[in-house]
């Protein structure tokens, strides 16, 4: 058996920063000298209030946005692709054109793989890995919900085996229980094929629930990184601690006016 070292580091961030210019010639500085870590097969979350650079950050991972300053470095990804991205809204990742079925073996034969059977088989063992069937192949994204949306876009993003699956407040738009479903798909999924992810998400709820460390992003800098339950459970930081005091808690009530 071979244990996870602290040198299997899928993702080092180091010192990462980013200034976005305006065409009026301001500048706003989203992030500075961030640096962070993952080691494979677990999670990373990182967290933080609307605007503290989360995007910014994950962006720039998936090589979506270039940075200003820093470093990324990915271990290499042998037969597949890297880095996958998963975002918020399940029906704007996908085509609307197209069935899920023929997307799905699009994307397969884009990516080399000639054979039609070969596809098939892929295409139907990607649908089994999200809770989803052969039923599902004809349907357009319009038909189905939210949730199935959302484990069509799981699948497609894992049919490119990434090493690192970034979801951008991949659960956010759902319903809490379609939300409890997709979460526990991603963990049956994480234990069976050792996936690394980074876990964008200002809801700290499912924070606690799916990731094992986590960076607290505040006005693009971090202000805390550690084992989230750490982090959560004994913040030590202002910050930090007004975040873990806006969740309600099981018993919470809202406040009622009296009068
Ligand atoms: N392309 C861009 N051009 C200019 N400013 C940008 C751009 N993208 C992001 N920003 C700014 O950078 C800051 C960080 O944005 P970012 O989207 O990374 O935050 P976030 O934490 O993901 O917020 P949210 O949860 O609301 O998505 C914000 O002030 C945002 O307005």
């Known amino acids: 058996m071979t244990a996870v070292t602290h040198r299997d580091l899928v993702l080092d961030v180091t010192g ?4 976005f210019h305006s065409r009026a010639g301001g ?4 992030l500075r000298d961030v640096s962070f870590s993952v080691e494979r097969g677990s999670c990373l979350a990182v967290v933080g209030e609307s605007g503290s650079g989360k995007t910014t950050a994950a962006r720039i991972v998936a090589g979506l946005e270039t940075a200003t300053e820093g470093s990324v470095e990915l271990a290499s990804a042998g037969s597949g692709c890297g880095v996958q991205m998963v ?6 990742s996908l085509d609307p054109r197209q069935a899920i079925g023929a997307g799905l073996h699009e994307l397969l034969r884009v990516h080399g793989m000639r054979r039609k059977a070969d596809r098939a088989d892929r295409v139907a063992e990607l649908l089994d890995s999200v809770g989803l069937d052969e039923r599902h192949t004809a349907h357009h994204p319009r038909s189905l919900s939210g949730g199935q949306c959302q484990r069509v876009a799981i699948a ?6 990434p090493t690192l699956l970034i979801l951008d407040e991949a659960v956010s738009a759902l319903d809490v229980s379609v939300q409890a479903q997709v979460l526990n798909l991603l963990a049956d999924i994480r234990e069976r094929t050792r996936i690394t992810y980074l876990f964008v998400s200002h809801d700290l709820g499912v924070v606690r629930q799916v990731s094992d460390t986590c960076v607290v992003l505040r006005k693009g800098q971090i202000v805390e990184q550690g084992r989230t339950i750490d982090v959560l459970d004994s913040p030590q930081q202002p910050y930090t601690q007004a975040l873990v005091d806006a969740v309600p808690r099981p018993g919470w009530q809202p406040r009622r006016r009296s009068g």
């Open 156 to 161: 497609r993003a894992l049919a490119l085996e």
């Open 27 to 30: 500048a706003h500085e989203a």
């Open 87 to 92: 975002f918020q809204d399940p029906y704007g």
């Open 16 to 19: 990462l920063g980013k200034t």
